[in-house]
């Protein structure tokens, strides 16, 4: 009998809903995680335009050539960078805030630091604006996408970890339009004058959505008793 009942050649049934990739889709109108994704993308767009125009915007407003704009660049893009591993790194965990306090935190310095660059004028101040504008993002991404995931059960939150990463994808479709044909059309500031808009506008739609302040809410007490010692 041993013999003719093992190996197991029965296939395991399925135990939960099986998602396919369609159907993920329907979680960017799903209004519990609607309002982060939004955040995403507007926070995305800010970050690709700046990206895209960075090199451009360091030559035309220090007047050097395209070897040195590549140069300047770099190291303004490092700077950005290294503000961005050490918010995450460093501030979140030392802050322990909740997602809608980072998303709101990170859109306000974002804010400033688009108008900074906007009005910069010498390597100093680009540089200076890359890296607060770097602490902002990474401060307000991962708030977005914490929220979002707290927002579903545990069973939806692969789906919608990978609608939170599409958001990556937008923001930089719409960036060659936001960024480089408005640079091109209307001047090398003003991207950053629309970046601007852009964070304030997705920091107040943060600040008002009912839902993300729900969720926000219903993440402090774990965040709290994550963090007690007792």
């Not at 041993?2 to 399925?14: K, N």
């Not at 101040?125 to 607060?132: G, K, S």
């Amino acid at each position: 009998a041993v013999w003719f009942m093992l190996p197991e050649r029965t296939p395991p049934q399925q135990t939960g809903a099986r998602s396919s990739a369609f159907s993920s889709f329907g979680y960017a109108l799903d209004p519990r995680v609607s309002p982060f994704l939004i955040f995403g993308v507007g926070v995305w767009i800010v970050q690709a335009v700046t990206l895209q125009t960075i090199n451009f915007y360091v030559m035309d407003t220090l007047e050097v050539d395209g070897v040195q704009a590549t140069q300047l660049a770099g190291a303004v893009l490092m700077g950005g960078a290294l503000a961005m591993l050490i918010s995450q790194l460093v501030l979140i965990p030392r802050i322990k805030a909740s997602p809608r306090t980072l998303m709101l935190l990170g859109a306000g310095i974002a804010f400033f630091a688009n108008i900074f660059l906007a009005l910069a004028g010498s390597f100093g101040e680009i540089f200076f604006a890359f890296v607060v504008s770097g602490l902002g993002i990474g401060l307000s991404r991962p708030g977005m996408a914490g929220g979002a995931s707290i927002a579903v059960s545990p069973s939806e939150q692969g789906a919608v970890a990978g609608m939170v990463n599409s958001t990556a994808g937008v923001g930089f479709l719409s960036a060659p339009f936001i960024g480089l044909l408005v640079y091109q059309t209307f001047g090398p500031s003003v991207p950053f004058w629309i970046n601007a808009g852009v964070i304030a506008g997705v920091g107040v739609y943060a600040w008002f959505s009912p839902r993300i302040k729900s969720v926000s809410a219903a993440a402090t007490p774990e965040i709290e008793d994550a963090h007690d010692p007792h």
